[in-house]
């Protein structure tokens, strides 16, 4: 029998995951669910999914694998609609854009079988027709594991977002929603606020004459969909508001320096804000001969998410990562493939005062084939 997956939500980035899930293994059966019903007669005729249905319930009978991608002030609601009819071994993640109260909801319906994502990819357009199986190649996929969070589905659902191209990275709950709302929500807002700043000049033709490439730049994303975002900030709102604040604080700054003719001091503001950015945006640098550590590790709640966490404090990416599990059970083997012998060095060590014991492993003796 196919394996199958159950992706509830058939828009633009729901609509991506059905794709490439389908071109990355062929033989899966992908059940669609959307409330639109054209939505959902064009994602099965796109090829996306296999089935499709009106019903989430429907969508997740006998689903080994089950990805939310319903906007998100849908997602408590679809959560709580599927949790009797999802198989009591299957996998659920999501993709929402605020995590701290849809991990706890996702955790209390599913327990460790639920693990918190959100993809770092998009577009201006919207919809099944937009969507691509390309669209997460090269880009971040935030994990948010909890302790109470399943290794088992931890490791599966960081092998489903590799398998689409992406690369996982873990990040605590409320560190994400403060993170983006300083990286995404604020900006969004900001670039709407800076076109109803230009708007208010006056003469519309003479502004869309005069609106330089960096104005362009900077309000693209004002033309994103309203409706989407207004859920998005309600669902961020704390984290959104304390970014505000720092906004405003920052602006009230440079006011001050502008009014009262403090040139220097805005020069150096700039300057610093220039290399920040530019410094932001530098490849990292991830070179290095790979280096296999290998741990001991108890089969307890949650450890999967601390060891990639420190991991990620620390700068050491992981390249490749498998648990190979004890057949007396209670315990299993750790394997982790990173980067770079000095990171490897200051990984171990961390692991160390975790209370780990870390073992290297000799080049040629891991397969991960």
Excluded at 226 to 235: N, T
Excluded at 249 to 266: D, F, K, N, P
């Amino acid at each position: 029998m196919s394996p199958k997956l159950a992706v509830l939500g058939t828009g633009l980035i729901g609509g991506s995951i059905a794709l490439g899930a389908r071109a990355a293994r062929p033989e899966v059966v992908v059940a669609g669910h959307d409330v639109d019903a054209a939505a959902l007669s064009a994602a099965v005729e796109s090829g996306a999914i296999t089935e499709g249905h009106l019903s989430p319930e429907h969508a997740v009978s006998g689903a080994e694998f089950v990805v939310v991608c319903v906007p998100i002030d849908a997602m408590p609601a679809t959560l709580r609609r599927v949790a009797a009819a999802v198989p009591d071994d299957a996998i659920v993640t999501d993709v929402g854009s605020a995590k701290r109260s849809l991990v706890e909801e996702g955790e209390r319906l599913f327990g460790g079988r639920f693990v918190g994502g959100h993809p770092m990819a998009g577009s201006e357009r919207h919809g099944i027709a937009a969507a691509d199986p390309r669209l997460f190649e090269g880009a971040w996929w935030i994990l948010t594991p909890t302790e109470a969070t399943s290794e088992h589905a931890y490791s599966a659902v960081t092998s489903f977002v590799a398998r689409l191209g992406a690369t996982p990275v873990a990040v605590d709950p409320s560190t994400h929603d403060a993170l983006v709302a300083r990286l995404s929500h604020v900006p969004q807002l900001t670039a709407s606020a800076l076109v109803e700043v230009a708007i208010a000049a006056g003469d519309r033709e003479a502004l869309l004459g005069l609106a330089a490439g960096g104005f362009r730049d900077v309000t693209r994303i004002a033309s994103s969909n309203p409706d989407l975002w207004v859920g998005i900030l309600r669902a961020n709102r704390v984290a959104v508001l304390e970014a505000l604040e720092g906004l405003r604080g920052r602006l009230g700054e440079v006011s001050s320096m502008v009014a009262e003719g403090r040139w220097e001091q805005l020069r150096v503001f700039l300057e610093r804000a220039r290399s920040a950015r530019l410094g932001l945006f530098a490849k990292p640098d991830f070179d290095g001969a790979p280096v296999t550590l290998s741990l001991l590790v108890p089969d307890r709640p949650g450890l999967l998410a601390e060891v990639t966490t420190a991991a990620g404090r620390l700068g050491a990416n992981i390249e490749d990562l498998r648990i190979v599990h004890s057949t007396e059970g209670g315990r299993g083997r750790l394997e982790l493939v990173v980067t770079g012998e000095e990171r490897a060095e200051i990984l171990a060590a961390a692991l160390e005062v975790l209370g780990h014991h870390v073992e290297r492993m000799p080049p040629g003796v891991e397969d991960y084939g």
